[in-house]
Nanobody, 126 residues
Framework: QLQLVESGGGLVQPGGSLRLSCTASIAILDYYYIGWFRQAPGKEREGVSCITRSGGSTKYVDSVKGRFTLSRDNAKNTVYLQMNSLKPEDTAVYYC???????????????????WGQGTQVTVSS
């Protein structure tokens, strides 16, 4: 059973940076592509970014393009979401999720993901 654990959330001022990590419990992460999602208070969960199992392709929602960068280190069973130039509207609980697939990743279809982490809170406020 694959388990995902997010870390790195916290409180940051607008314009600041955070790096979220998503670590898998067992060393088979390279069979999965990874997506990051977020849910703000009172809003539906939305896809933010995803990365293919090789790390060769990434996708971002328009609102984070140019500010967020997704990368992965399969040897460490970890995927990283570097978030720069954070805005108050980035405040949300961030979740990572894994889908076993050799195809390009898709962050628009969250119900197709196989495993989810418990989430980590990101708060952007002065």
């Amino acid at each position: 059973q694959l388990q995902l654990v997010e870390s790195g959330g916290g409180l940051v001022q607008p314009g600041g940076s955070l790096r979220l990590s998503c670590t898998a419990s067992i060393a088979i992460l390279d069979y999965y592509y990874i997506g990051w999602f977020r849910q703000a208070p009172g809003k539906e969960r939305e896809g933010v970014s995803c990365i293919t199992r090789s790390g060769g392709s990434t996708k971002y929602v328009d609102s984070v393009k140019g500010r967020f960068t997704l990368s992965r280190d399969n040897a460490k069973n970890t995927v990283y979401l570097q978030m720069n130039s954070l805005k108050p509207e980035d405040t949300a609980v961030y979740y990572c999720a894994a889908k076993r697939s050799r195809y390009d990743c898709d962050v628009t279809r969250e119900n197709t993901y196989d495993y989810w982490g418990q989430g980590t809170q990101v708060t952007v406020s002065s």
